[in-house]
């Protein structure tokens, strides 16, 4: 059995000869008769367990002398022997925290081997801590590094909008998170959040929100090539999280965003997130903070989605609880305050972080991880609606036709095109040769690509859809093939008389 080792210092050799007789059959004993020697054997032989010594010595005396050797050695538990009238100083090195214990000269066998174990015990015990306190900040360390490398996010979105983003932890790591998903180049979720509490847990949940979101992303959207509903999805991250956070007696406040730049409409889901501004051009200020629970504490039936159009130059302030808080100082709503900040001089996502920065940096110090994301729109789509075409019915017209839907159909669907440029020469063949054909080319709300064409004359509605019979000279192939390429198709007349046909493209990938 491996012996524990003990080094003993008193300036009498007599004094340490008779100790090692008592101790050298359950220790492995070092002795030294001066301080130097002494300090030389912690550095060359520790670390020692228990390190016991005189108080009077000549030279270095013992107190200064197990100071000294604390600072080589900090695990080792210190013994101090002392003489009558010595008491008072002993007392004061307990208290200072450089000895655990002192004897008093003479002292009993039992007392003394007593006084051993504790120390041996205790030095134990200081090492385990410091092996867990080397591992905790290990771990920490590591989580603190793929945090931050799996919760960041590229925040580049091409031209159409600019982005930029602060995020700054209380604690080494932030319970706050954000992420962008984007979809083509016309549509983006942005979500920003905080989990309830700070440091390594509250970065775990926030990272485990991040990768739900885009595992369903990719199965919805990447799988079945559909953009998904933002209340769809919503319902789907709290089913996949919502056991998991009340199991960790937690929640998590979230803001979800999406911008469609096809359609110029943001819209957005608040889960108990402190909100959002909406900052036009013209000066208006919109707040968007109408929420519902926060995600862990009930499962919402009802994921209530707000939407609102913007326009150029548009900017979208999101913000975590951390800035809301340092910017309001309780005497202002958020929202307030932050216009009120900001006044009519920023006109760039990174002049409205500075000015932020700068007016919570003039107020009381922070006490939580800090979030703000701010985005601008630098373009938007062409209207939506424009005002629609009048056309002869003529085959010459084809040409001003197609111009027509390549500068209003924003998908730039070639079999949406040809299924269009189908009906219109359908309609050229079976309408009056002086009648015009009224054409409206524009994107809908949900962001379909639409025609719709108006013509007078007899209207065709058919009653259904057959193969085509190649064997007969009007076969049916148009109809067949419009009906396959489109989303839907109807037919129907106005109140004045015209007929009327829309059609509406699939979206891509849409069977």
């Not at 603190?144 to 960041?152: A, D, G, P």
């Not at 926030?206 to 739900?212: E, L, P, T, Y």
């Amino acid at each position: 059995m491996l012996q524990e080792k003990i080094l003993l210092v008193d300036d009498e050799p007599e004094v340490l000869s008779a100790l090692r007789i008592g101790l050298c059959n359950k220790y492995k004993i070092y002795t030294s008769c001066n301080a130097e020697d002494a300090l030389e054997l912690v550095a060359s032989e520790g670390p020692f367990p228990v390190i016991m010594s005189d108080l009077k010595m000549p030279g270095i005396n013992g107190l200064d002398f197990l100071e000294r050797a604390s600072a080589l050695s900090p695990e080792s538990s210190a013994i101090l022997l002392t003489g009558q009238g010595e008491i008072e100083d002993a007392v004061r090195a307990v208290n200072s925290g450089i000895i655990f214990k002192y004897l008093s000269k003479p002292c009993a066998r039992p007392e003394l081997n007593d006084a051993l174990l504790e120390g041996i015990e205790l030095f134990k015990q200081t090492c385990q801590q410091k092996i867990a306190l080397k591992e905790h900040r290990n771990e920490h360390k590591v989580a603190e590094v793929l945090s931050k490398q799996i919760t960041q996010t590229k925040t580049n979105l091409g031209d159409q909008v600019e982005c930029h983003v602060i995020s700054t932890a209380l604690k080494a790591i932030s319970g706050d998170f954000y992420e962008i998903v984007p979809y083509k180049n016309d549509c983006y979720d942005i979500i920003i959040g905080d989990v309830m509490g700070k440091g390594l847990s509250a970065a775990l949940a926030g990272i485990a929100v991040k990768n739900v979101m885009k595992l369903l992303v990719n199965d919805i959207y990447l799988n079945n090539k559909k953009l998904p509903e933002l209340s769809d999805l919503l319902h789907l991250i709290e089913m996949e999280l919502h056991s998991g956070l009340v199991e960790a007696e937690t929640f998590i406040t979230l803001f979800y965003l999406r911008i469609d730049l096809k359609s110029n409409r943001l819209s957005y889901i608040n889960r108990g997130h402190p909100g959002a501004l909406l900052l036009r051009e013209n000066g208006e200020s919109i707040y968007l903070g109408e929420g519902i629970l926060p995600l862990g504490v009930a499962i919402m039936a009802d994921q209530v989605v707000h939407t609102h159009e913007f326009e150029l130059n548009d900017k979208v302030i999101l913000y975590s609880d951390g800035i809301s808080e340092a910017i309001s100082q309780d005497k202002y709503h958020p929202f307030e305050a932050i216009v009120s900040c900001l006044g009519n001089n920023c006109k760039t996502p990174q002049e409205i972080i500075r000015k932020i920065e700068q007016q919570i940096a003039a107020q009381n110090e922070r006490n939580d991880d800090m979030t703000m994301m701010v985005l601008k729109i630098n373009s938007t789509q062409k209207s939506t609606k424009p005002s629609p075409i009048l056309l002869r019915r003529n085959a010459d017209e084809l040409f001003r036709f197609n111009k027509y839907l390549e500068e209003y159909l924003f998908a730039k669907d070639i079999m949406f095109s040809i299924a269009a440029i189908e009906c219109f020469t359908n309609i050229v063949r079976h309408t009056v040769e002086e009648s015009l054909i009224e054409i409206e080319a524009y994107t809908n709300e949900e962001g379909d690509d639409t025609v719709i064409f108006s013509y007078e004359g007899e209207g065709f509605v058919p009653e259904e859809i057959r193969l085509p019979d190649c064997s007969q000279q009007v076969n049916g192939f148009g109809l067949y093939l419009i009906e396959r390429i489109c989303k839907k198709v109807e037919y129907f007349k106005t109140d004045n008389g015209w007929n009327r046909i829309k059609l509406i493209a699939k979206e891509e990938g849409e069977s």
